[in-house]
């Protein structure tokens, strides 16, 4: 079935390190993916997206790229903050005749230190 | 604020009550699902709605969990006679109407639940 892998977590960064969280999907269709962040103690926010191959999704220095060879998408950034520190969640979804589906991945716990 | 609406934000209940749970979906957007949320893991999906209708349901325990969303008022997650395994965030998210989904879910704030 339809699902979403990411690399277990959590990771440890120190400010203005490197960051990669990796994800890669299965699916039967031909999904948009996702990433979600989600800041202590709040909801999941939209970080950013691709809808079709080889799009690029960017958001706040965030980048991530849908590779359909390798079924991945996966997350990067090239100087994190402390600001950064949260759970970030890999998500597909597919646009069905009656049920449009979205499946996220278990989410990956940063901490970045100054 | 259009965005998604919950309450309560926190909410205590003993063993054996009622807990219920709301959501205001963005304002046109007529899909909402609700997710779970344990202490140090992921979302787990429990129920997509469409107005008057369940869609989804296979994440929904069997028993003593229901969900609704009416034509008229908020989404509600209802959970009776609640145990203490029950304690957790729950989120609720929409999407917009079936031929305009961007796959992009919209979520509120969560309402955590806490059973004595």
């Known amino acids: 079935g339809d699902s979403v892998t990411q690399m277990e977590g959590p990771v440890t960064l120190s400010e203005e390190a490197f960051l990669t969280i990796n994800c890669t999907y299965t699916a039967t269709g031909y999904p948009s993916l996702f990433w979600y962040v989600q800041y202590p103690g709040e909801g999941l926010q939209l970080l950013l997206k691709?809808?079709?191959?080889?799009d690029k999704g960017s958001n706040k220095g965030f980048e991530a790229t849908y590779r359909k060879e390798t079924t991945s998408f996966h997350l990067e950034k090239g100087s994190v903050q402390v600001s950064d520190s949260a759970v970030y969640f890999c998500a597909l979804s597919l646009v069905g005749t009656s049920y449009d589906k979205v499946i996220f991945g278990p989410g990956t716990s940063l901490s970045v230190i100054p | 604020n259009a965005g998604v609406m919950q309450n309560p934000r926190h909410l205590v209940r003993r063993r054996g009550q009622e807990a219920r749970l709301r959501c205001s979906p963005v304002k046109g957007h007529s899909h909402v699902y609700w997710y779970r949320q344990l202490p140090e893991e992921g979302l787990k999906f429990m129920v997509y709605?469409?107005?008057?209708?369940?869609?989804?349901e296979s994440g929904m325990p069997k028993e003593r969990f229901s969900a609704e969303f009416p034509k008229e008022g908020p989404s509600i997650l209802r959970i009776q006679q609640v145990v203490r395994g029950d304690s957790a965030a729950y989120f609720c998210?929409?999407?917009?109407?079936?031929?305009?989904?961007?796959?992009?879910?919209?979520f509120g704030e969560g309402s955590r639940l806490t059973v004595l």
């Open positions: 691709a809808t079709k191959a080889d």
């Open positions: 998210a929409s999407s917009g109407t079936s031929g305009t989904f961007t796959g992009e879910l919209f």
């Open positions: 709605l469409q107005k008057e209708n369940i869609i989804d």
